[in-house]
Antibody, heavy 114, light 112 residues
Framework: QVQLVQSGAEVKKPGASVKVSCKAS????????VNWVRQATGQGLEWMGW????????GYAQKFQGRVTMTRNISISTAYMELSSLRSEDTAVYYC???????WGQGTQVTVSS | DIVMTQTPLSLSVTPGQPASISCKSS???????????LYWYLQKPGQPPQLLTY???NRFSGVPDRFSGSGSGTDFTLKISRVEAEDVGVYYC?????????FGGGTKVEIK
């Protein structure tokens, strides 16, 4: 079945970077855009950006411009989201989603704490 | 950015009774291709969001037919014809007509 499996929870110090992976299975990875969405505890959903796996083209929400990088490794059907200069407000669950297929990853908890 | 406004904030429903959630967008979600890019999601506790309807009124695969999406332009509604216990969670509308994708603030549905 169509599935996105994300990497495990991360704890980072302020100023550090985090890289979350998202491995696709059950469909052709290059067929659908991958979006990244985050959710702080008890809060709503916030879109961060998208990537087209085939071309590597990306688009980022203005809020994250300069701090986020979305990449992929087609050979292992995996998308990545790297967020730098972390601050406490970045503590959240990060999701990847192939929205056209209705498929979301299970989420990755990123905690930023000194 | 397109602002998505959901009402109500929360809803307490008796099993078997209907429920309705409203979503209004700050701009029309009707694209020049004729499609309306409005989606409804349900996020159950501790889970990622799950797609209920897409492009305004199309029910996603496997979604029970008690869920229906309707509306046009800037005004949209998700209706649950007969609420069941498994329908609890937070419902979100989302637009993908233009970037950035934006979500409504969410409507929490509880069972009485």
């Amino acid at each position: 079945q169509v599935q996105l499996v994300q990497s495990g929870a991360e704890v980072k110090k302020p100023g550090a970077s985090v890289k979350v992976s998202c491995k696709a299975s059950g469909y052709t990875f290059t067929s659908y855009d991958v979006n990244w969405v985050r959710q702080a505890t008890g809060q709503g959903l916030e879109w961060m950006g998208w990537m087209t796996p085939n071309s590597g083209n990306t688009g980022y929400a203005q809020k994250f411009q300069g701090r986020v990088t979305m990449t992929r490794n087609i050979s292992i059907s995996t998308a990545y989201m790297e967020l730098s200069s972390l601050r406490s407000e970045d503590t959240a669950v990060y999701y990847c989603a192939a929205m056209t297929t209705g498929t979301w990853g299970q989420g990755t908890q990123v905690t930023v704490s000194s | 950015d397109i602002v998505m406004t959901q009402t109500p904030l929360s809803l307490s429903v008796t099993p078997g009774q209907p429920a309705s959630i409203s979503c209004k967008s700050s701009q029309s979600l009707l694209h020049s291709d004729g499609k309306t890019y409005l989606y409804w999601y349900l996020q159950k506790p501790g889970q990622p969001p799950q797609l209920l309807t897409y492009e305004d009124s199309n029910r996603f695969s496997g979604v029970p037919d008690r869920f229906s999406g309707s509306g046009s332009g800037t005004d949209f509604t998700l209706k649950i014809s007969r609420v069941e216990a498994e329908d609890v969670g937070v419902y979100y509308c989302m637009q993908s007509k233009q970037l950035p994708l934006t979500f409504g603030g969410g409507t929490k549905v509880e069972i009485k």
